[in-house]
């Protein structure tokens, strides 16, 4: 915990100060480039992050949580919990219009809350983070009371999460599918163009005369446009921003790391991602899954540090949990499955599974042969699924890696068709998990291991009523912990958001979320 905490200080350190003549600037085109291109910038409509790095400067919301942890006002002046833990009332700022003009009141609020869960509405992340809303209530012009059927304490934090960002009704109502790709909000950037496969424009609000929160000025920005460029292919990617095409990439692949933090002319910039981590959700529904021991035996032979020494070589930290440990750390979790191929093999042992002549073991004729749905990127096989299966081979288990395409990929996860996808979870709450463990959402996103577990399900409940930040620890930590003796996952490694600038960019900020705010950054070329 102490290292990302160090990590994050450190963090903000390196985007931190803006050089004083810089803050006078007032132009500039600041150049990015992106591993993806979003499936909607409509924050409401979004699963995928990519479309919150975008429009962090865009959409403003509700409440800001620092790199700290910290919520603070942002478009609510300030907010009251009720007793019962049922409903949030927003005072909320008087000085704000979206970028077509119309004002932001409660209305706005209002309207957006009740946007995202309209059944015809196609909901993204957005649709969880209102589990339970039962309406908005405008008390008068800039006061709104959010209700809950039941007491719903992660509320506030996603308040000030992207996905619960506030968009413009009158756009909404007016522009139809544009919203996908010019959603209009408050922040110090609109959006100006998008074209598909290639890039999005986003330039500066004239009217924006408020000091964003983590900023260390009030009124525009200094730069005049960002251009977002998308560039999936991780070599080209860098390639543009050592030429100087791109003044700052993200997701730099660890192969290219060491080269980029020998160039004087660049600077890395690291911040821990919340949520999940890289994690393999283990269908335990599926035999040989059905049998703990095979799942606890996989978890001791999966070495973890040969992925921080190969594919994550710069870029990750051992994971422990099935939560970052920025979220949540403790020595109990840190302790938990050490690489211990010995262990595995004796565990596989104990469940019937004995050495076969080639290396495989077998049960009653039958060989340990499991099946990981992985995507089909169009890069060639996915690393980690590659490290898994080499492991795994070692203690006589034969892993297939089936990989396709995101839909169906899908498919097989909702049928709980396989033995459990690999993937991740940004959340800002610990609450991130519930979409992974609690029985109501198997055959949904994401419970993919399938797994129907009352006490797991009353803890998941209760993480949600709880509003007592030590209280909510000892549940969250409780999961954890379940979730580790039962062996529900595998956790591999806590990403890290890893960006590259050219050194003359400057003033970038980073939110809990570990998405970039471009409020304050300047560009000296």
Request: aromatic content about 8%; some cysteine.
């Amino acid at each position: 915990m102490i290292a990302l905490r160090v990590l994050a200080v450190t963090v903000l350190v390196l985007a931190g100060a803006i050089a004083h003549h810089a803050a006078a600037q007032s132009s500039g085109t600041l150049v990015l480039g992106l591993d993806q291109e979003p499936p909607t910038l409509d924050p409401h409509a979004s699963p995928s992050a990519v479309t919150y790095q975008i429009i962090a400067s865009v959409t403003e919301c509700l409440l800001y949580k620092a790199p700290d942890g910290k919520l603070s006002p942002w478009l609510a002046e300030s907010w009251t919990t009720a007793k019962d833990g049922r409903s949030v009332t927003f005072k909320l700022r008087r000085d704000v219009k979206f970028h077509d003009g119309t004002p932001f009141n409660a209305d706005a609020v209002k309207f957006n809350f009740d946007r995202i869960v309209d059944p015809k509405f196609k909901a993204g992340g957005a649709r969880a983070q209102l589990a339970g809303y039962a309406g908005s209530r405008v008390l008068d012009e800039f006061t709104v009371q959010v209700s809950f059927e039941t007491p719903y304490a992660p509320f506030l934090t996603y308040a000030a999460a992207g996905t619960l960002s506030l968009v413009s009704p009158k756009a909404v109502r007016e522009t139809g599918d544009a919203v996908h790709t010019r959603p209009i909000g408050t922040g110090p950037f609109m959006m100006k163009d998008y074209v598909a496969k290639d890039h999005t424009t986003m330039v500066r609000n004239p009217a924006y005369n408020r000091k964003a929160p983590g900023s260390e000025r009030s009124g525009p920005p200094p730069l005049e446009a960002v251009v977002w460029k998308f560039i999936p292919e991780a070599g080209t990617r860098v390639t543009t921003l050592e030429s100087g095409e791109t003044q700052g990439v993200y997701n730099v692949p660890a192969q290219s790391l060491p080269r980029l933090e020998k160039n004087s002319a660049l600077r890395i910039e690291k911040a821990p991602w919340p949520g999940v981590p890289r994690i393999w959700l283990l269908n335990i529904t599926k035999p040989p899954m059905d049998d703990v021991r095979v799942r606890r035996a996989i978890n001791y032979a999966i070495d973890k540090e040969a992925f921080l020494a190969t594919v994550f070589k710069g870029t990750a930290l051992k994971a422990n949990a099935p939560l970052t440990a920025v979220m949540l750390d403790d020595a109990s979790l840190r302790q938990a499955y050490p690489f211990d191929a010995a262990r595995a093999k004796s565990l596989l042992g104990e469940a019937g599974w004995q050495p076969g002549g080639d290396g495989i073991r077998a049960r009653g004729g039958q060989r340990l042969e499991i099946v990981l749905n992985a995507i089909e990127y169009g890069g060639g096989p996915d690393p980690t699924a590659q490290l898994i299966q080499s492991s795994l081979h070692e203690v006589g288990i034969d892993l297939k890696i089936k990989a396709q395409a995101r839909p169906p990929w899908y498919e097989d996860n909702y049928r709980c068709a396989t033995h459990g996808p690999v993937m991740f979870l940004r959340a800002t709450d610990p609450d991130g998990v519930f979409s992974l463990f609690h029985s109501s959402l198997v055959g949904s996103n994401f419970n993919w291991s399938c797994v129907k577990n009352p006490r797991l399900d009353a803890l998941l409940e209760q993480g949600r009523r709880e509003s007592d930040p030590g209280k909510r620890r000892a549940i969250y930590l409780s999961i954890a912990q379940l979730a580790l003796d039962e062996a529900l996952t595998v956790p591999l490694v806590d990403e890290l958001s890893v960006w590259a600038f050219r050194a003359g960019v400057q003033g970038v900020r980073y939110n809990f979320n570990a998405y970039p705010s471009l409020a304050d950054a300047t560009l000296r070329r």
